[in-house]
């Protein structure tokens, strides 16, 4: 069974640093993908970065970064330079198989940053 | 290019009614997936539809049901409504080359009484 943990339910962070939101897996599948999106409060889900099972390089766009560690299963998301509007909640997902694939998204970790 | 779209944005049903929702996708997209968001059991993966076949199916109750045109548009109904269908559904596209990088809607926001 697949199963993703975000074990900070909600984390502050002052404007303009960086901050690291963890996400664990689990998985028996070789292939797979890992994705972060954004939800702000209007319910849209944005999607920020994916970095596939078999990528070598963390993934990276803009100001977000994958911190992908395959050994330690984990793939925390890293944002940098941290603005107002990044307040939102984050969830983690996990995609795995092919045709008939299995998505698991994580209970998610609400970002506060501070002005 | 116009995102993902979701009708209606909200709704308020009563118990025991049915209801349906509209997705229309990304051109070009043909793979729809719906998802129900809720504060105790948060995302949840319904079903994909992708070429008017559904393809892949979460673990709910026949009661939620869905299927897709041939212009890829997807609708999901849910009959016999309950109190805890009060939810979040949103619904993604995405291509199919990239089945997994999905583009999400605003969602409809389900209010059951």
């Known amino acids: 069974a697949q199963k993703i943990t975000q074990t900070q339910p909600g984390m502050f962070v002052q404007e303009k640093e960086a901050v690291t939101l963890d996400c664990t897996y689990d998985?028996?599948?070789?292939?797979?993908?890992l994705f972060w999106y954004k939800q702000p409060s209007s319910g849209e889900m944005i999607f920020l970065i994916y970095?596939?099972?078999?990528?070598?390089q963390n993934a990276t766009e803009g100001r977000y970064s994958l911190n992908f560690q395959k050994a330690r299963k984990s793939a925390n998301l890293v944002i940098s330079a941290s603005q107002l509007g990044d307040s939102a909640m984050y969830f983690c997902l996990l995609y795995s198989g092919a045709g008939s694939y299995q998505l698991t998204f994580g209970k998610g970790t609400k970002l506060s940053v501070i002005p | 290019k116009a995102g993902v779209t979701q009708t209606p944005r909200y709704l308020i049903k009563t118990r025991g009614q049915q209801v349906t929702l509209s997705c229309s996708p990304i051109s070009g997209h043909r793979s729809v997936s719906w998802y129900q968001q809720t504060p105790g059991q948060g995302l949840q993966f319904l079903f994909e539809y992708f070429s008017e076949t559904q393809r892949n199916k979460g673990n709910f109750p026949g009661r939620f049901s869905g299927r897709q045109f041939s212009n890829s548009r997807s609708e999901m109904n849910v009959s016999t409504l309950e109190l805890g269908d009060s939810a979040l559904y949103l619904c993604?596209?995405?291509?199919?080359?990239?089945?997994?990088?999905?583009?999400f809607g605003p969602g409809t926001r389900l209010t059951v009484t």
């Open positions: 998985t028996s599948d070789q292939s797979y993908g």
């Open positions: 970095q596939g099972s078999y990528d070598e």
């Open positions: 993604a596209s995405s291509n199919a080359e990239k089945t997994y990088e999905q583009y």
